[in-house]
């Protein structure tokens, strides 16, 4: 068993990224600029959004963030949301999910200019993610298709089960993964709470992804011996031998199915960093399809 390791793969990406920003620096040319909103104190969302102003500045890009308490009104975000698709400043903004109840989540991300939208959850950018038209891909799938290709994992013609269909992980993912690229080609299986049989199917893959919120869904009798093993899941679970009072957990119990598998993503450590190093890639490219 070999760990899919997305912090180093990660670390890999953001040198390149640091590079290709100096050498804009030397020559006068802009420089990337990411903004961040987040609404409320939910910790996990103040986590990543603060890891992603962190990674910004190791790179060298510019970042701005932007908090609003849990109260705050969906013509209030809104409004903001148009500031920064007209403020030239900035080249690609994200705003965190989950939002509040009282906001819908589709007219805000509808709202944001496909042009800055670095998350890629705009349907124009998931129209074109279909079409295999250039476009930002979301962050998560692109992050996982990365470090699949820089850790030379053959994905055409595989068997693949993805496990989970949310609009940010699951449904893209099980179409990238079926596209005609490389990584890609697979066949794909999408699956969900409706899924009959699902341990028959899983077993069958040669790729599983996990992607439900569920730590610890996938158990060693549900692996094929030599699956590669990505797990999405980054569930905050009571521990009381942690400082903070929680640690982080994935959707599949590792200590049991790692010895099964050929590649498998650690939590945390794995799909989390990559997540971060796709949006400063798509960052970098804002800045490009706009012609800066
Ligand atoms: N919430 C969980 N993942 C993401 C992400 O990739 N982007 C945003 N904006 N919110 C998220």
């Known amino acids: 068993m070999q760990l899919l390791d997305g912090k180093a793969t990660a670390q890999e990406i953001r040198e390149e990224l640091k590079n290709a920003v100096d050498a804009r620096r030397s020559k006068n040319e802009k420089i990337p600029h990411l903004a961040a909103v987040l609404v409320g104190n939910d910790g996990g ?16 890009f510019d970042s701005s963030l932007i908090k609003y308490d849990a109260q705050v009104t969906e013509e209030e975000l809104l409004a903001k949301v148009h500031e920064l698709n007209n403020d030239d400043k900035i080249d690609g903004f994200i705003v965190q999910l ?27 950018n998931l129209g074109k993610m279909v079409l295999n038209l250039p476009g930002f891909l979301p962050a ?23 496990i989970g269909r949310s609009n940010i992980v699951g449904m893209p993912l099980s179409i990238m993964l079926a596209r005609s690229t490389n990584p890609g080609n697979c066949t794909v299986t999408l699956t969900h709470s409706r899924t009959k049989d699902l341990k028959e199917k899983v077993l069958k893959a040669d790729i599983i992804i996990a992607a439900i ?22 569930t905050r679970v009571e521990d009381s031998s942690k400082k903070n009072g929680w640690a982080l ?12 598998c050929s590649y498998i993503t650690p939590v945390p450590g794995g799909v989390g960093p990559m997540t971060i190093a796709s949006l400063m890639i798509n960052t970098l490219q804002s800045m490009e399809l706009r012609g800066k």
């Not at 992050?143 to 994992?153: D, F």
């Open 249 to 260: 957990k994935g959707d599949v119990a590792f200590d049991e199915v790692a010895p099964k």
């Open 98 to 124: 989950p939002l509040p109840s009282h906001i819908d989540e589709l007219k805000v991300t509808q709202a944001i200019d496909p042009l800055k939208d670095v998350d890629g959850f705009h349907p124009e």
């Open 45 to 60: 969302s103040l986590t990543y959004v603060n890891a992603k102003v962190k990674a910004c500045e190791q790179i060298g």
């Open 140 to 162: 998560t799938p692109a992050g996982i298709l990365q470090l699949l290709k820089r850790n030379n994992i053959e994905t055409s013609g595989k068997d693949c089960v993805v």
């Open 213 to 234: 919120g569920k730590p610890g869904f996938v158990t060693a009798d549900m692996v094929k011996d030599g699956a590669v093993i990505v797990d999405v899941g980054t």
